[in-house]
Nanobody, 128 residues
Framework: QVQLVESGGGLVQAGGSLRLSCSAS????????MGWFRQAPGKEREFVAA????????AYADSVKGRFTISRDNAKNTLYLQMNSLKPEDTAIYYC?????????????????????WGQGTQVTVSS
């Protein structure tokens, strides 16, 4: 049974940085695109970033482009999200997810229904 476990969330002041990690069990991590989503109170879960299984294609939501960086270490079965220049509106629970299908080398899914495995989430709070 593959599981995803996020860590690295916390409380940070506006302008600060955090690095989220997502550890995956099982041997299939490197075969799938991975993504980060977030959900703020009273809002729907939204796409943040995705990385292809080949690590050659990245995708970002416009709201985080230039501030967040997604990366992965397939040898460690770990996905990362480096978040810089954090803003209060980045406050949310952050989830990592695994794509439902392998897709092409450049597959970077953005829709929630393109993912079938989710972590439990980690809280990120940015104070003003």
């Amino acid at each position: 049974q593959v599981q995803l476990v996020e860590s690295g969330g916390g409380l940070v002041q506006a302008g600060g940085s955090l690095r989220l990690s997502c550890s995956a069990s099982g041997r299939t991590f490197s075969n799938y695109a991975m993504g980060w989503f977030r959900q703020a109170p009273g809002k729907e879960r939204e796409f943040v970033a995705a990385i292809s299984w080949s690590m050659t294609k990245l995708a970002y939501a416009d709201s985080v482009k230039g501030r967040f960086t997604i990366s992965r270490d397939n040898a460690k079965n770990t996905l990362y999200l480096q978040m810089n220049s954090l803003k209060p509106e980045d406050t949310a629970i952050y989830y990592c997810a695994r794509a439902a299908t392998r897709g092409s080398w450049g597959y970077t899914p953005r829709r929630r229904d393109e993912y079938d495995l989710w972590g439990q989430g980690t809280q990120v709070t940015v104070s003003s």
